[in-house]
C-alpha cells in the first residue's frame, strides 16, 4: 500500500511561485512514475505534470510547461512540483499521483495512476 500526502499549496498573487512536495511511503517509491493533476471548480481533472521512475524523462500539459518543474527527492522519497509565474488560471487543487507499475504510456491519463493523495489547494489572486 502506498500512501501520498501533499503540502505546500497556499494564496499567491499572480507571478508568484510555489511550490508542492508530495511524501511517498513505500520502500519501491522509486519504481513508480508521479504524476501532479489539478482539478478547479465545475472542471474535470486534469494533468499538469508527470516524471518517469527514473526521473530521466518528465512531461508536462502545454498550459505549464516553462512555468512548473517537475522532480524527484529520492532520498526523501519526495515529488515536487515547482511553479513559478503562477496565474489566476492555475487555480485549483492539486493532487499528486503514483503509478505503481513504473509506466510513461499515456502519463497524461487519470486511469494509469492507482495511488491519489488527498489534495492541496493552490489559490492564485490577480
Known amino acids: 500500500q502506498v500512501q501520498l500526502v501533499e503540502s505546500g499549496g497556499g494564496l499567491v498573487r499572480a507571478g508568484g511561485s510555489l511550490r508542492l512536495s508530495c511524501a511517498a511511503s513505500g520502500r519501491t517509491f522509486s519504481r513508480y512514475t508521479m504524476g501532479w493533476f489539478r482539478q478547479a471548480p465545475g472542471k474535470e481533472r486534469e494533468f499538469v505534470a508527470a516524471i518517469s521512475w527514473s526521473g530521466s524523462s518528465s512531461y508536462y500539459a502545454d498550459s505549464v510547461k516553462g512555468r512548473f518543474t517537475i522532480f524527484r527527492d529520492y532520498a526523501k522519497n519526495t515529488v515536487n512540483l515547482q511553479m513559478n509565474a503562477l496565474k489566476p488560471e492555475d487555480t485549483a487543487v492539486y493532487y499528486c499521483?503514483?503509478?505503481?507499475?513504473?509506466?510513461?504510456?499515456?502519463?497524461?491519463?487519470?486511469?494509469?495512476?492507482?495511488?491519489w493523495g488527498q489534495g492541496t489547494q493552490v489559490t492564485v489572486s490577480s
Open positions: 499521483a503514483a503509478d505503481s507499475q513504473g509506466t510513461v504510456v499515456a502519463v497524461t491519463n487519470t486511469l494509469l495512476y492507482d495511488y
